[in-house]
Structure formats: structure tokens, C-alpha cells
């Protein structure tokens, strides 16, 4: 087994403890659900490649389709999928002993399939290198453990802890809290440190059984791919303790929404952040990247909000950001500058939900920060005090967003024109498929009212 050499270190040490018997063949689609096939140990080390329909990337989240196919109709033709060996890892819930690998996407001529999530941010940072820039992300991991939900004309209620007291859990940042969920959080602990990654911290936060995780920073493509993973370990380890883990922008009225917080910085080829002069102030990348953020986050608000749910976590003086404003260690502005050493500045996009597509989402904020340091964009001024007080800067709804992004060239430039048609008529056939559902407050006040 050559290809073991090629493996990271974690992958080697289970495979030293497991015998292998499956390896998950996996991409990401466009919302985010992981695709592929699952193939026997003794046919995966001979395989260099495998195909699947490049119509996996024209599905709705409900497995309906987009007519997204192009002029040649919808034939759906092969992908050649190709394993980014980078990315092997554990599936410690197996019974089996199972790796999982990411791959990447090309045609048949080779060509990186363009609206391929992964390639999608590939594409992003390969704009940042040939500037002579590194990009690095972090990102913050919100979701709630909940009451195994299994139908969904019920409301979703927050996970019984070991008090028996649902509301236990809704102490921000209390340790107790985080106590109150202990068994799940260990086996995530337990997950991850099988899997390779590491966390850089588990917090409690403001909603009942609202949790977050922070991952430490580095590359985009390799954040993106631990987030992808980090979703299905959650789950797992929730299902292992009879609760649900969801990702939902929103899934309980009256409780905070989840957000995937992103923090950005830039390095230049001396590997020193871009943001922070040689005095230790503040550079003109640092006020453009910012400006580039303000500017064209609006016309990307469909990624980073993909769903009707995700609409409902913009809520004033909600915990979420309803504007673009920028503010020093201030969680109420959208984009907010955390409190750090000089060599550590960053810029945090707060508005993205945990519901996105991680790739899809880092590059749209890094495409939009990009485009800031391309053509020197000003930010407005830093503001102070209570953004909620603010006007409301985002699109208020979802074919509102599409609309922006539609409109919007010059980022298609950066992410890709071929991906911007796909994802718009992917989420144009998705709202569609909502509007065909009556909901119950239609039914409550409607049904006899109206």
C-alpha cells in the first residue's frame, strides 16, 4: 500500500490500529452534502480515479434538480474524480475501518470542473497567489444539539442534558452548560483527535444546547475541508447519544441563529501579515480588504445565507449582524476587528450562517476582501457603539440576494462565471420548490380568517 506514504500522520496511525476494509470516495456538492462512493479496501488501492455525473452539482438540498445543465441539455456526463490524498481520515464511527478522502473534480479533458465547490475556493486563493499573497482563514463552528427530531411538522426542542432541563443549556459561555452536554463533547473530542484535527476551543453559547467550536488558523482549502468533516463527526457523535446536531441557520423560534464566523488575515512572501506595517500600525491593505468586504458582501449574501431559514438569524439585537458597518472589538457590526497583537490583525465577517457551504462561503468572503486590495476600495468610517441602531445593509430575503449576485460581474470574475450560473439557477429552483409548501402559520391564521 504505497499510497499510505501519501497519507497524513493520523491516517496512518489509525490504519496501524485498524485493518482497512472501506474508503469513502467524497466531494462536496453545492449545499454542501457529501457525495461519492464507498469502495472495498482491496479495489480502492488500485484505483486512481473514479466518476460520477456532473449533475451532483445541479441538485437542490431536497434532491430536486436545477435546469443548470447548459446548452448541451442535461446529459449528464462524467466527472473524473480524483483524490486529494492530503485529506485522508478516519471515519472513527465505522464499525469497519473506514478512511474518508476528498476529491477534486475535472472533465474529461482534464479541466477543473469550475462549479465544483473545492475548486471554486482553489480558484480564490490561486488569485490571492498570483499577487504574492497567502490568504489564512479561522473559523468559528456554531449549531445546537437538539431532540431527535423525526417529524418535522414539530417544532425542534434543544437536547435534554444531564439535568433534564432543556433551558440549562442557555447560559452563555458557562462551563456548566458545557457539562450539561459532556458525553456528546467527548466523543467529538475523542472524533477529532482520531481524525486528525485540532480544536482550538468548545464554548457554550447563548442558545439551549448552542455550542460552538474554534478551529485554529491556516490554509482556506484545508479549514474548508476540516469544516466539511467537522459537520458529519458532529453529527455522529450526536447520534451516538440519541440527539440530532444541526447546522441550521435558525432551528428554534425565540433562540439565537448559528453563524460561521470567518476571520481573515494576509501574508505577503516574507510570510508578514499584510495588515500590519512595520511600526506595528494599521496598512492600507488592512482599510481596503475591509472596503472590499463592505462593498460586495450584499451581492454575496445568497452564499453565505444560502436557504429561507438562514434569512431568519438577521434579526436586530438577535446576536446576529444586520449591517455592514465595521467596529474594534465590537460583535455587533458585521464586520468587526477582534483584539490581538500587531502580527496577529485579522478581520472577522460575522454574517455568514452555519447552514453555508464552507467552501463556497470562504471564497465568496475572501473574493469579496480580494477585490477590496485589487482596486484600493475605502471603507466607511469605523463605527461606534450599538450597530443594531444602524440601518438594516442585507438583502432581506432570498431572491432579493440572487438578484445581487446575479448582477454582480465582477465578483463572477473572481469565482467563476460558470459556477455563478449554476448556483443561481440551483437556488432559484430550490425557493421555487419552498413556495410549494403551505406552512402552519398560514394554516393557524389563514384557514379561517382569510
Known amino acids: 500500500m504505497s499510497w499510505v506514504n501519501d497519507i497524513p500522520k493520523a ?77 485522508a481520515t478516519a471515519a472513527p464511527w465505522a464499525e469497519d475501518g473506514t478512511l474518508q478522502v476528498i476529491h477534486d473534480a475535472f472533465d474529461q479533458k482534464g479541466d ?52 433534564g432541563r432543556p433551558a440549562a443549556g ?36 447563548g442558545g439551549a444546547g448552542q455550542l460552538e467550536i474554534n478551529l485554529l488558523h491556516g490554509d482556506p482549502v484545508k479549514l474548508a475541508d476540516e469544516v466539511f468533516y467537522f459537520k458529519r463527526l458532529i453529527r455522529e457523535a450526536a447520534l451516538k447519544h440519541n440527539c440530532f446536531a444541526t447546522f441550521m441557520a435558525k432551528p428554534i423560534e425565540g433562540e439565537p441563529g448559528s453563524a460561521m464566523h470567518i476571520h481573515h488575515s494576509v501574508l505577503n512572501a516574507e510570510g508578514q501579515n499584510i495588515f500590519t506595517g512595520p511600526q506595528g500600525g494599521e496598512t492600507d491593505a488592512f482599510f481596503h480588504f475591509i472596503g ?23 434579526v436586530r439585537d438577535h446576536a446576529a449582524p444586520i449591517n455592514l458597518e465595521w467596529g474594534r472589538d465590537n460583535r455587533t457590526t458585521g464586520i468587526r476587528i477582534p483584539v490581538s497583537d500587531p502580527s496577529a490583525r485579522r478581520i472577522e465577517n460575522r454574517l455568514a450562517g452555519m447552514d453555508c457551504n464552507p467552501y463556497l462561503c470562504i471564497a465568496a468572503s475572501l473574493a469579496c476582501g480580494y477585490l477590496g ?78
Open 373 to 450: 486590495l485589487i482596486n484600493d476600495i475605502r471603507p466607511d468610517k469605523r463605527y461606534h457603539g450599538e450597530a443594531y441602531e444602524g440601518e438594516d445593509d442585507l438583502p432581506d430575503g432570498p431572491y432579493g440576494a440572487l438578484d445581487l449576485f446575479d448582477a454582480a460581474t465582477t465578483l463572477h470574475d473572481v469565482l467563476g462565471h460558470d459556477f455563478a450560473r449554476v448556483f443561481s439557477i440551483v437556488k432559484r429552483a430550490e425557493y421555487d420548490e419552498f413556495l410549494q409548501v403551505i406552512s402552519p402559520w398560514e394554516r393557524e391564521h389563514l384557514l379561517l380568517n382569510v
Open 11 to 87: 491516517a496512518r496511525l489509525y490504519l496501524e490500529n485498524n485493518r482497512l476494509d472501506e474508503v469513502e470516495c467524497i466531494i462536496s456538492d453545492i449545499p454542501g452534502i457529501a457525495r461519492g462512493k464507498a469502495v472495498p479496501a482491496t479495489k480502492w488501492e488500485r484505483q486512481s480515479h473514479f466518476h460520477l455525473p456532473n449533475s451532483i452539482y445541479f441538485q437542490t438540498i431536497t434532491g430536486g434538480w436545477g435546469e443548470a445543465a447548459g446548452p448541451d441539455g442535461f446529459t449528464e456526463p462524467d466527472m473524473v474524480l480524483k483524490p486529494d490524498m492530503s485529506t
Open 112 to 163: 477543473p470542473v469550475e462549479f465544483a465547490p473545492r475548486n471554486v475556493l482553489k480558484r480564490v486563493v490561486a488569485l490571492y497567489e498570483a499577487q504574492g499573497w497567502t490568504p489564512v482563514v479561522a473559523p468559528e463552528m456554531e449549531f445546537y444539539l437538539v431532540g431527535r427530531n423525526v417529524d418535522p411538522a414539530k417544532p425542534i426542542e434543544p437536547m435534554m442534558g444531564r439535568t
Open 170 to 205: 442557555r447560559q452563555a459561555y458557562s462551563m456548566t452548560a458545557v457539562d450539561d452536554y459532556g458525553p456528546v463533547i467527548d466523543d467529538i473530542y475523542e472524533y477529532a483527535e482520531i481524525q486528525g484535527f485540532e480544536i482550538d476551543g468548545i464554548t457554550q453559547e
Open 292 to 314: 472590499g468586504l463592505q462593498e460586495h458582501l450584499p451581492s454575496v449574501i445568497g452564499i453565505l445565507a444560502p436557504y429561507v431559514n438562514s434569512f431568519r438569524r438577521y
